[in-house]
């Protein structure tokens, strides 16, 4: 599974390249390339409803091979820093993201075990799950976690960043997800000890009760490319990767180099990734199991 | 676009090669091995929610390069066979289809324009038009004529065959549908001069106002491949095939035999009709348009 990153970063992106805020069509510019490049090596694409989804779609750009997950949540977090609350986009649903034929709905969380507002986003993930049940759609979570008091200044937050990642799994994913699109639960930058990388893993994989993914984050691809073989080897079932594909293209100077680079370097990333997951990860339906179909399922459906 | 035919004709056929009416497992069977088969061959499959299409999804047979289209009416007919009345299967309905993460439904619906329950027959059409806008879902309708009074003891429904077709696309396309599946115009084993079938054709494309497709109805599948050739070139937008490919295989002794013929003369017969169809057909968006999607589109959908 590949797709885009969530809207926020590119458009912060963009504007630094551009010099200026990015308007719609620089955006959707943006997600179209990509989807030209990459859907048709992705298992699903994730794109955001306003500058990607339907207009991938509507394009034929959309690979028929390609799933689509369309995310749910209003970028940024709502708060202070130190208490982030996340919310529904305005105007947009998961009977949105089911009507226009998507396969998944995504919602990306901030989330920090313990804090007095970790249940108020534990209470959304309950509500979109619901609504994602009703409309028989997968429901991704990526939680996101985030420093609080000094761990930032300090430098602390990586220290406990591994506990962070594998408390955040234990509280999510009995909620009602299908999958979990997880932090990897230690910041290589710090953590040089590949055995306890794969155990904390490990820990996550044991505190997941449903199938979990590897987000990329903003890491650099050789950094990504460890974390999916770790990950993959505790029991991940692939990734959802954004800028650790492709960020480099945000600071090119024109279109054809970032299309350039979108068919060259972003879809040899791809492959790479791609084969690591294949070789060590765990397939989804292994850990959840076929669903059985039998004669008369359509009047109880 | 190829598909599975209908649930009543193959129940028929099942029965004839079983000896006995042919239970659950042996219909999920037939379609689960044409799943197998064909589907990554095919834009879409067309399958029924009975034996078909969740069991498709449930076993992981269907490509994932595979649309699905599932149909929405109760096998047969209501009423006097010369004025019959389709009827939607109970417990089933748009709303279903899209939760289950199909693409398209599908109505076969038997048509006589200018019999008293043509209008009927039309109030259904535009009820379930509606359903499936309400879901954003292709709404492909499938009309097949039949005869009336004297017309099938004495033969002379093959002359009046190219009107009815004609007629019916008149009466149906601007109902809101999406995709006519059209019986051909005329009857192989009676019309043989080319140029009036090409004519028929012609006349059923200027008379449809959505993209239409073929059907293959139980011809042997020399006639039909001559039938895709001549309606491409009239406007077709491509065929859903059922019988016309595999009809022979409901005669088969084994399972073993069927699955090779899927495997070896069906998809062999697909890509000879689907070359047709690329050569000659016109594409749907062609006729459609794509949408046009503008900024803050997610609000008002």
Redesign the interface.
């Known amino acids: 599974m590949c797709a885009l990153d969530h809207r926020g970063s590119l458009q912060k992106m963009l504007e630094g390249v551009l010099g200026r805020a990015p308007v ?1 069509q620089d955006m959707v510019d943006f997600k179209l390339d990509m989807c030209r490049a990459l859907s048709s090596q992705s ?1 699903a694409m994730l794109l955001d ?2 500058f990607g989804a ?2 991938s779609i ?3 750009l959309l690979s ?2 390609s ?1 689509l997950v369309v995310s749910l949540e209003e970028t940024g977090y709502e708060g202070d820093a130190a208490a982030r609350i996340s919310r529904e ?4 649903s998961a009977a ?1 993201v ?4 998507a ?1 998944g709905a995504k919602l990306l969380l901030y989330y920090r075990p313990g804090v007095d507002v970790a249940a108020v986003q534990l209470d959304l993930v309950r509500k979109l799950a619901a609504d994602c049940d009703a ?2 759609l997968v429901f991704v979570v990526e939680p996101v976690g985030y420093a609080i008091g000094d761990e930032a200044s300090t430098g602390r937050y990586s220290t406990v960043k591994p506990d962070v990642v594998i408390q955040t799994a234990k509280d999510i994913s009995p909620l009602g997800i299908d999958v979990l699109k997880a932090e990897f639960p230690a910041d290589l930058k710090v953590e040089k000890d590949e055995g306890r990388m794969l155990e904390f893993c490990k820990r996550l994989d044991g505190n997941s009760e449903v199938p979990w993914i590897i987000l990329s984050a903003g890491v650099d691809f050789s950094s990504f490319q460890r974390e999916v073989e770790i990950a993959s080897k505790a029991g991940a079932s692939g990734f959802l990767a954004g800028r650790a594909l492709w960020q480099e293209a945000t600071s090119m100077k024109t279109r054809e180099q970032r299309v350039e680079f979108f068919h060259t370097t972003v879809v040899e990333r791809l492959r790479v990734i791609s084969a690591l997951a294949d070789a060590y990860g765990t397939p989804w ?1 292994e850990r959840v199991g ?4 039998v ?1 008369g ?3 109880g ?1």
């Open positions: 719609y298992s409803p306003l339907a207009q509507a394009s034929g028929s091979h799933g986009l305005a105007n947009w949105k089911r009507r226009m034929g396969d409309q028989d339906f076929a669903p059985s179909i004669e399922w359509e009047a459906y």
